[in-house]
């Protein structure tokens, strides 16, 4: 009659332990913690558009919070997308995530930093959209890309983008 409390303590302690674990997955994996798509309004701002080529522009991404408490943890899955491929934007160099905690109504944002490319030149990302997916979290929000094309990385495959660590907004 012993061994039967014992084992149904011991799955009891099993699964607290496991719905606690908060950790986010690289792999795609869902963070019971993470700040959802469809959970948090995203929107882009206004951007600081490069005019020609060569030139760098910025595209401020704003997410606010519309649920309960959730986390902001490594940086935003960003992609551009030409309509028959897609490019993915690595984070900034040098950039160290913070982990953010978000009450409802709190806001953080990033950055899309991007060298704008020459039109026609068969190595330039002709993007259409911006696909954003939330660290810890597999759900995407596609937005128009009005930016101009992006150039390539040069002596490397992949788009002359990056993307910045989360900032809390406001105090």
Known sequence: MRAIPLTVTAL????????????????????????????VSVQIGSASVAPKAGDTGEVPVSITNQSKPCTLDQFAGVLLNTGSTE???????GAKPQKLKLAKGDSASFTITYVRGKAGDKT???????????????????????YGPVAAQAGASGPNASVSAFQQVGD
Do not use: D, M, Y
């Open 124 to 146: 330039t990302l002709n993007a259409r959209t911006v696909k954003i997916t939330l660290p810890g979290t597999s759900a995407s929000r596609s937005f128009p890309w009005s």
């Open 12 to 39: 009891a302690a099993a699964l607290l332990l496991t719905a606690c674990h908060s950790g986010g997955s690289k792999s795609g994996g869902k963070n019971s913690s993470a700040c959802e798509i469809g959970r």
């Open 87 to 93: 490019a993915k934007v690595p984070a900034l160099k």
